[in-house]
């Protein structure tokens, strides 16, 4: 009995050994992730700075300072990834560099994902509990972005150009050529227009106006109250125009920018949440994205209402 | 037996540190119709049930507005043809109060009701095209006007004068 116990022991040393010895062999697998010079780091009050470089700038920067426990693998392998997929989407030490507006719309996405809890991811702040941005700080990051966003008149230029495409959009009659397809195979659903308001929204933060329209399929689950998921067949559009202003407080629709759709089917469109994603711009409905991929940008622009079926809209009660 | 006890020590630690960083969803997720932008009340059109003319916000009210319209009303809106429409048309517009989007700042969505006004267009026997405009406000909504409208209504002008959006 002793001598089965005492082997049984030995076994387990051995093991735990060669345990060890894996664990400290693998910290020597180390991909490389490097700090590269700040170039053009977003401008932005100090207390709004503040904020950001304690909940974002570890993975949305190039001034990334890893704890001792991000250090050590496997972790560290999660870290690498996490940090480097991070710096594609939003870079601080690179947003400079952007058009204005674009900086502004990346700004205002980030405040989102904060806002709706989404980022800082939940894993991070688990073991980061001082990236978590508390309801203040959030106020703080808000009011930047409320006071800093320009609202600008409407040019002559603008309201000629929005008259040009109206006229054009007449001339050409319902009609019109189809449009080729997303690079991820959607047609254009040409019905659309006809399709029912289910709500509407005025974008302060980039001067747009927008409708949105469901298929016969939506307005059923609508009716019924069974948006989450909704029924396969369900088609949502978001119409967006700019913002067209009178300069006596009325905000008409101006220029047609895009059409985008959501188009529910759990088993044709499972790798992309159960959703197709397409979106066509301008008169020309010119499909957006270059490669079947570009729905991923979709995906991740949705990932914080995935509790809500990837869906940011609230339909309104009623429409039958 | 010690090691299975050190194991399941373990493993709960590990798992009360893993779940104590864990939150309640967040309730601006939680799925949800918009329910304090449906109408109710004696609104006999559903404003809602039509096809998109166009949209507006007023500022000077914190409104938004939607502009819908029936089959005829619709194309002829469609076709650039200006306030004359054909009779057989009928326009509504629904209006709310603005509201800040839960789950989107940087935006605002329908609030409040705050009216509902239907336009239709008939004709008479030599072929003069006539109007009626009906307007609902309150909460419930409760018609506050119903008028056969003329050309010189400021109101009727409004409304039958607004261009539609352009929707390729």
């Not at chain 1, 600008?152 to 150009?161: G, Q």
Request: aromatic share 8%.
């Amino acid at each position: 009995m002793a001598n089965s116990s005492s082997a049984y022991r030995r076994i387990l040393l051995r093991i735990g050994i060669a345990g060890v010895v894996v664990f400290a062999g693998l910290q020597f697998v180390r991909p490389e992730l490097k700090n590269p010079e700040v170039t053009n780091e977003l401008q932005a009050p100090p207390e709004v700075k503040d904020i950001l470089r304690s909940a974002c700038y570890d993975c949305h920067s190039n001034e990334t300072k890893l704890a001792w426990f991000d250090q050590v693998v496997p972790a560290y392998w999660l870290v690498v990834r996490d940090v480097k997929t991070a710096r594609q989407h939003l870079n601080f030490s690179e947003l400079g560099a952007q058009p204005a507006a674009k900086q502004r719309a990346m700004l205002y996405e980030a405040i989102n994902q904060v806002q709706l809890g989404a980022m800082p991811l939940a894993a991070y702040r688990r073991m980061h509990p001082e990236a978590h941005v508390s309801e203040s700080e959030l106020a703080v990051l808000r009011h930047y972005l409320e006071t800093s966003t320009p609202q600008p008149e409407v040019s002559a230029a603008e309201v000629s150009a929005a008259e040009k495409q109206f006229s054009d959009w007449v001339a050409a009659g319902p009609a019109s050529a189809k449009p080729p397809a997303a690079p991820n195979g959607i047609e254009f659903p040409a019905d659309y227009r006809n399709w029912t308001p289910i709500s509407s929204t005025d974008r302060f933060d980039n001067q747009s106006l927008r409708v949105i329209l469901g298929n016969d399929t939506a307005l059923k689950a609508i009716a019924e109250n069974h948006i989450n998921p909704w029924p396969d067949g369900s088609i949502l559009a978001k119409v967006a125009w700019t913002q067209q202003k009178d300069g006596q407080g009325m905000v008409r629709t101006g220029a047609f920018q895009h059409v985008e759709f959501m188009i529910r089917d759990s088993r044709k469109y499972a790798s992309t949440k159960g959703w197709g994603w397409a979106r066509w711009r301008g008169t020309g409905l010119k499909p957006y994205g270059d490669r079947p991929s570009f729905s991923d940008e979709c995906v991740g622009c949705h990932e914080p209402v995935q509790g809500n079926d990837y869906v940011y809209t609230a339909p309104i009660r009623g429409q039958r | 037996m010690r090691l299975r006890n050190r194991f399941a020590t373990v493993f709960t630690a590990v798992a009360a540190v893993l779940l104590s960083g864990c939150t309640a969803p967040n309730p601006l997720i939680a799925t949800h119709l918009n329910e304090t932008a449906a109408f109710g009340g004696g609104v006999k059109l559903n404003p809602l049930q039509g096809k998109v003319i166009t949209s507006w916000v007023d500022r000077r009210t914190a409104a938004m507005s939607t502009l819908t319209g029936n089959e005829t009303a619709v194309r002829y809106a469609r076709a650039g043809g200006g306030p004359a429409y054909p009779a057989g048309s009928t326009l509504s517009l629904a209006t709310w109060g603005q509201v800040e989007d839960g789950r989107w700042f940087g935006a605002r969505i329908p609030g409040a009701p705050r009216s509902v006004e239907i336009v239709t267009v008939s004709q008479d026997a030599n072929g003069q095209r006539l109007y009626s405009y009906q307007k609902y406000e309150g909460a419930p909504l409760k018609r506050v006007v119903s008028r056969e409208a003329g050309p010189a209504d400021e109101r009727l002008q409004f409304l039958i004068s607004q261009r539609a959006s352009v929707l390729p």
